[in-house]
Nanobody
Framework: QVQLVESGGGLVQAGGSLRLSCAAS????????MGWFRQAPGKEREFVAA????????DYYGSVKGRFTISRDNAKNTVYLQMNSLKPEDTAVYYCAAVSGSTVVTDPRVYDYWGQGTQVTVSS
């Protein structure tokens, strides 16, 4: 079992920045690929970013490329999502998730563990 706890969400004006953190506990964090997803009201959960267990490979959803950066610190069992130049359309609940051994890290269905989510609201 892996327990994931997100933090760092909040209310920010358009153009601002937030840094989300996801702290993991339980089984060995370093073997898991980690992803960030988001879900806005009335919409399906969508992929935002992912990072491989080694930290040497990342993937991003198109609209966040160049604005968001995913990183991890395996020594601290934590994955981060630095979000810059935020837009109102980034408003959603953001979730982190963990999966071991998957080749399709953009698909939420492959993930084994999920956090409870943290709200990000971007005002215009």
């Amino acid at each position: 079992q892996v327990q994931l706890v997100e933090s760092g969400g909040g209310l920010v004006q358009a153009g601002g920045s937030l840094r989300l953190s996801c702290a993991a506990s339980g089984r060995t964090f370093s073997i898991y690929d980690m992803g960030w997803f988001r879900q806005a009201p009335g919409k399906e959960r969508e992929f935002v970013a992912a990072i491989r267990w080694s930290g040497d490979s990342t993937d991003y959803y198109g609209s966040v490329k160049g604005r968001f950066t995913i990183s991890r610190d395996n020594a601290k069992n934590t994955v981060y999502l630095q979000m810059n130049s935020l837009k109102p359309e980034d408003t959603a609940v953001y979730y982190c998730a963990a999966v071991s051994g998957s080749t399709v890290v953009t698909d939420p269905r492959v993930y084994d563990y999920w956090g409870q989510g943290t709200q990000v609201t971007v005002s215009s």
